[in-house]
């Protein structure tokens, strides 16, 4: 059994300064039900299969398989939910963790979140200063949410 035990913070790039090279990554669901989603990413020429269980506080089942990249650009092409999420992460390392920084492209366009894991529930992290606020607990902006009901439709 995998567990994911993640924090998700909206971030303020203006205080971030000069990004490294990121990797893009296109991801389409398969299925979105409440006790699980099923994902297709593509990563540089990478691509995988994920397998996600609901959250439980910030917890959930994850599992992850490679699969090939011609067949995972097929389902993203015709199988996956549209729209399909587009983003550029970035990873940050600060204070002994590693801070997943992801920037949205398309209909996600301006959403910029950073998500680091925890070895558990109740560790304590310092968070840099380009950290505006937590946002773990809202399903707006789960990746599977931000393809039902994108960042572009919210209203500000």
């Not at 939910?81 to 600060?94: C, G, H």
């Not at 992290?125 to 009901?149: A, F, Q």
Request: one cysteine or more.
């Amino acid at each position: 059994m995998a567990l994911e035990i993640e924090r998700k913070y909206l971030v303020d790039l203006e205080k971030l300064g000069t990004l490294q090279t990121g990797n893009r990554i296109k991801q389409g669901y398969l299925s979105t039900n409440k006790e699980a989603v099923v994902r297709v990413r593509v990563k540089n020429d990478k691509a995988y299969l994920t397998i996600k269980g609901s959250n439980v506080g910030v917890s959930r089942l994850e599992f992850e398989y490679e699969i090939p990249l011609d067949e995972a650009n097929e389902m993203l092409d015709k199988l996956c939910q549209k729209p399909v999420i587009d983003k550029t992460r970035y990873l940050i390392e600060y204070e002994n963790h590693t801070f997943e920084l992801d920037i949205f492209y398309g209909e996600n366009e301006g959403l910029v979140v950073a998500e680091v894991e925890l070895s558990c529930e109740d560790e304590t992290i310092k968070l840099p200063s380009w950290i505006k606020e937590e946002v773990t607990s809202d399903e707006r902006y789960y990746n599977s949410n931000l393809m039902k009901n994108p960042y572009k439709n919210w209203k500000k």
